[in-house]
């Protein structure tokens, strides 16, 4: 028998290494272990709880025995799986003595429970196997569906306790292999862990045969989570009612809205708008011109004691026309007069400029003249002294003229 168990673990090794693709993979082969009570040996090795996990099935792990002869009334095994996995199912080697002590071996296990957790408190886990009133076999498997990161091996040997025929008062707990099936990864299930989990599950987990969710997230209901919560209901399972003060629909997974004027706050609309704010929601901000700078009415945003000058309305938000008007005359006669102010600078620059220039041209003149009247005087002098000699001349050449006209005459008589 024990030839045929230690061949059965080798193929299902070989098998889960090589093939693991093809089913469901191995969580707790060469995981941290832990046990007690102890084994008392000069070789702790040879009974230490991390035997259980090394895939071979010739060491096994052994506690302390308990039971009616003992000091120990239970005793315990754990494996840490390292992180938490969606478990599918455990398998147990029990160590065995040969066929005549099958029955014995069979007897000293009977009634043992299996824990899954997160913890390494068992009991915040969940108990997925009880075994009894039957014996179980030396080759034990059962499904073990949840979540969980430890696996806890646990029996018990109470005191005034009748138990079910064959099982042993006196117990020993020698585990040789511990094979804990699942999938590595998040959120899948199926047994190649190929088919991912229905988007609502909560925690993206589910079976990992059928892929129901344990639970929904808010604002889903149904196996597969995959219903909207009825309108006017949100929240986990949808028990949650939407709060009568919304003016739009709820949202089904938090229950937020848009509130009515002059409230907010999720999922109930019960808090007030702040100073400053009005409307659905609170969304709208009050105007910054209500006269004394008072805060808008919350519910329609209306200023209490009226307006600045410049604005009206029953919210403050209309510019002041007339206002408006007048600040823009006085502003169209002020550029007026900066616009005629200029052009008279202009003006008197340029008459200025022109009342210099003529300055300077009648002085440029004056000068002018001057030079020419001396120049006019010497030329008339000039041309009085040609003229007396021009007539001085001739006055000689006449007398001459005479006196030699005056000569032929006389000796012609």
């Known amino acids: 028998m024990n030839h045929l168990n230690n061949f059965l673990l080798w193929i299902f090794c070989f098998l889960s290494r090589f093939t693991h693709s093809l089913g469901y993979d191995d969580l707790s082969a060469g995981k941290n272990a832990s046990q007690g009570p102890t084994y008392l040996a000069w070789r702790p090795q040879f009974y230490a709880a991390v035997n259980a996990v090394d895939r071979n099935n010739s060491s096994c792990m052994r506690t302390r025995e308990i039971g009616s002869a003992s000091p120990y009334r239970e ?3 754990m494996v840490d799986l390292g992180d938490i996995y969606s ?3 455990i398998r147990i080697l029990f160590k065995g003595y040969g066929e005549e002590l099958v029955q014995r071996q069979r007897g000293r296990f009977a009634g043992f429970a299996l824990y899954l957790s997160n913890s390494t408190n068992k009991d915040e886990g969940y108990m997925c196997y009880k075994d009894g009133p039957e014996l179980p076999p030396l080759d034990f498997t059962t499904t073990c569906i949840g979540y ?10 109470l005191e005034n306790y009748t138990y079910p025929e064959g099982y042993a008062y006196l117990s020993y707990t020698e585990l040789c292999e511990v094979i804990v099936q699942g999938c590595k990864l998040a959120g899948v299930y199926g047994e190649r862990c190929h088919k991912k989990c229905p988007g609502g599950c909560y925690g993206s987990k589910c079976n990992i045969i059928t892929g129901v969710c344990p639970g929904c997230k808010p604002g889903w209901i149904g196996n597969y989570c995959q219903t909207r919560c009825d309108s006017g209901h949100y929240g986990e399972y949808c028990i ?8 739009s629909e709820c949202s089904h997974v938090d229950g937020t809205c848009i509130c009515s004027h002059g409230l907010r706050g999720s999922p109930h609309c019960t808090t007030e708008c702040p100073s400053g704010f009005y409307g659905p929601n609170c969304g709208h901000i009050c105007s910054q011109h209500s006269k004394l700078n008072d805060t808008c009415h919350r519910i329609n945003g209306t200023c209490p004691r009226g307006c600045k000058d410049s ?3 029953l919210r403050c938000d209309i510019p002041n026309q007339i206002y408006e008007k007048s600040n823009e005359s006085s502003s169209t006669a002020l550029m007026a007069a900066l616009v005629m ?3 008279f600078n202009v003006f008197c620059l340029v008459f ?5 220039r003529k300055q300077i041209a009648k002085i440029l003149k004056g000068k002018s003249a001057g030079s020419q ?3 006019s005087r010497t030329e008339i002098h000039t041309n009085q002294l040609q003229a007396d000699d021009i007539h001085n001349y001739q006055e000689i050449g006449e007398s001459e003229n005479k006196t030699h006209y005056s000569n032929l005459q006389l000796k012609t008589l």
């Open 341 to 343: 102010s200029g052009i």
């Open 352 to 356: 200025i400029a022109a009342l210099k």
């Open 240 to 247: 949650s009612k939407c709060s009568s003060k919304c003016i």
């Open 311 to 313: 604005f009206s309305g």
């Open 148 to 157: 969980g990161q430890y696996i806890t091996f646990y029996n018990e040997r």
């Open 75 to 77: 005793t315990w095994w």
């Open 373 to 375: 009247k001396y120049i």
């Open 87 to 89: 478990v599918f199912k």
